[in-house]
């Protein structure tokens, strides 16, 4: 590859990676939700607090899933693509 | 200050060369798992030896809280028709626990490879598939797939296979995010601290600006979070996954 086409390829790679970190708009909207509906919960029964808040720390490790399939794929992007076509990253 | 962000080494290859999976590499993944697996090995030795009935020691009572823990938990999750599960999910989640946690000793923890995940997700999802079929017996598994409509199988198959790749990939995904953030941490701190030191004039002013002081203490908040946090959330999400897959595969038969 000359050197126009590994620097497009490059630039590929670094908007596609900004453009993977978008999934983090996700689990941060999902999850600012169950805390809501957490808090709500002790609110109304504060005895609760450690089942609910376990709980919800459960269903927000789940709900994360998304938002690290985005981070991963960002990563693979910024850290493992430009290695498979350029010989030497200074 | 440079930084190098990679998987795990291959340390060489063993063994005849097999026609379409070459060699067998040895990598840092497997060794730290062989250390891993001594290591839990030797815990388990160690606290049930020399079992007694009455007046126990202290080894033996944490033994014995260790299986009330894990019986409660499986059976708990699964009914009590599953208590011969709780074997398997105990030893996965020590496995996991420790090999997340190994990673503060200074090895990579295996967990950082998709590697050990995607066979505990193999595992876990060949035996979700033994429970349908001895549920619904395989004619039964296999129509399962085209209920509620016909037209809805690629969907069913696809959420089929999604979830052992959901299961490994939230696993290893959390776990090397968090050796990627931890390494860019100490570098950017590493360079912070050059810099600032680096304004001392002299001979003093050079010494200390090698050395990364801003290293000491900072980074431990945030490894709060990022390994033993995730370490311990994510070995409790994968078993407790595993016990609610199996628990309602067997159910809906």
């Known amino acids: 590859m000359d050197l126009l086409a590994k620097g497009i390829a490059l630039a590929g790679c670094a908007i596609g990676a900004g453009l993977a970190l978008i999934a983090g708009i996700g ?3 999902g999850e600012g939700n169950a805390v809501a509906k957490a808090l709500e919960a002790i609110g109304r029964q504060p005895e609760c607090k450690s089942s609910v808040t376990s709980t919800m720390l459960l269903g927000c490790a789940v709900a994360e899933t998304t938002g690290i399939y985005g981070f991963v794929t960002g990563l693979l992007l910024i850290f493992v ?5 350029i010989d030497k990253i200074v | 200050m440079e930084i190098s962000i990679s998987g795990a080494k291959v340390y060489g290859y063993i063994g005849p060369d097999i026609p379409v999976l070459g060699r067998f590499p040895l990598s840092e993944t497997l060794i730290v798992s062989w250390i891993v697996m001594l290591a839990i090995t030797l815990f388990c030795i160690i606290i049930t030896h020399n079992m007694k009935v009455e007046k126990i020691s202290r080894r ?3 033994a014995e809280w260790l299986v009330e823990v894990a019986n409660k938990f499986v059976v708990g999750n699964m009914g009590s028709k599953f208590s011969y599960m709780v074997p398997f999910v105990a030893a996965l989640f020590s496995l996991s626990l420790f090999s997340n946690l190994v990673g503060l000793l200074g090895v990579r923890s295996p ?6 995940e995607a066979g505990w997700a193999i595992v876990v999802f060949i035996m979700i598939t033994a429970q349908k079929i001895k549920a619904g017996g395989f004619g ?3 129509i399962g797939f085209t209920k509620p409509i016909p037209l809805l199988t690629p969907f ?3 959420s089929e296979l ?3 790749i959901s299961m490994a990939c939230r696993h290893f995904g959390n776990i ?5 953030i931890n390494g860019l941490i100490y570098a950017a701190l590493a360079g912070a601290s050059s810099a600032l030191f680096g304004l001392i004039p002299g001979a003093v002013g050079n010494v200390l600006s090698s050395i990364p002081i801003l290293d000491v203490g900072i980074p431990a908040i945030l490894s709060f979070y990022f390994d033993w946090f995730t370490g311990v959330m994510q070995a409790y999400i994968f078993c407790m996954l595993t016990t609610m897959y199996i628990a309602n595969a067997a159910e809906e038969g």
Do not use: H
């Not at chain 2, 967990?111 to 050990?116: E, G, M, P, V, W």
């Not at chain 2, 090397?176 to 990627?180: A, E, F, M, P, T």
């Open chain 2, 140 to 142: 039964g598994y296999l």
């Open chain 2, 156 to 158: 069913n198959v696809l």
């Open chain 2, 176 to 180: 090397l995010s968090g050796i990627v």
């Open chain 1, 81 to 85: 693509a430009p290695g498979l076509f």
């Open chain 2, 162 to 164: 999604s979830t052992p």
């Open chain 2, 60 to 62: 033996q009572a944490l």
């Open chain 1, 27 to 29: 689990p941060g909207i």
């Open chain 2, 111 to 116: 967990t950082a490879d998709l590697n050990t």
